[in-house]
């Protein structure tokens, strides 16, 4: 006897005891087969615990080895936005104290926009002077940067780390507000 069908691909086995013969799971029986046990756990975070200190490792050899800025900025707001920075406190501060010199190409705004950011949490102080080249005459953004998503968001956040003197990031942050440039993103 095949059983009644109550669903596609399920069959009723047993009408008594109401049981269905169901399709093993796409994730597999993994969790049944091997259940949690102290000695297990125990395994399992000295493991854990053994690859978070070869991550930190790893991590803090990334920081000797990436010699690009823009690269080190990305990798220390990866860090931040992770949660993990904490780890890295000295070499983020290093990265930065030598960040404060560097000058990026005036039409690389993603670069200039996140160093001012990572700077200004970091309270060391960035002239906002480098973001009035992409504002054109009628104190608008320039066409070109509209288009640049990550440009974008990198000129909403570091609009908010502006002191009230700075016309220029107040202006950028009212307009994201009346939507003007954030309408090219949605």
Not at 58 to 69: A, G, W
Not at 118 to 134: G, I, N, S, V
Not at 135 to 142: M, R, S, V
Request: charged share 30%; net charge negative.
């Amino acid at each position: 006897m095949a059983g009644r069908v109550i669903a596609q691909g399920y069959r009723v086995v047993d009408e008594e005891r109401h049981a269905v013969n169901y399709r093993s799971s796409v994730w597999g029986d993994y969790f049944i087969r091997n259940p949690i046990l102290p000695h297990n756990y125990r395994k399992s975070l000295e493991w854990m615990t053994e690859r978070c200190d070869d991550l930190i490792v790893e991590t803090r050899e990334m920081f000797v080895d990436i010699l690009n800025p823009f690269a080190k900025m990305k990798l220390i707001d990866a860090l931040q936005r992770l949660g993990v920075s904490y780890h890295f406190k000295e070499e983020i501060d290093n990265s930065l104290e030598s960040l404060v010199s560097v000058k990026f190409a005036n039409d690389d705004f993603h670069a200039i926009s996140l160093q001012f950011r990572l700077l200004r949490q970091q309270r060391r102080y960035m002239p906002c002077d480098a973001f009035k080249e992409f504002i054109d005459k009628q104190g608008n953004l320039n066409g070109t940067l509209c288009s640049d998503t990550r440009a974008l968001l990198a000129l909403y956040e570091a609009a908010h780390l502006g002191t009230p003197n700075e016309e220029i990031l107040r202006e950028a942050q009212d307009e994201e507000v009346r939507g003007q440039t954030l309408h090219t993103i949605v």
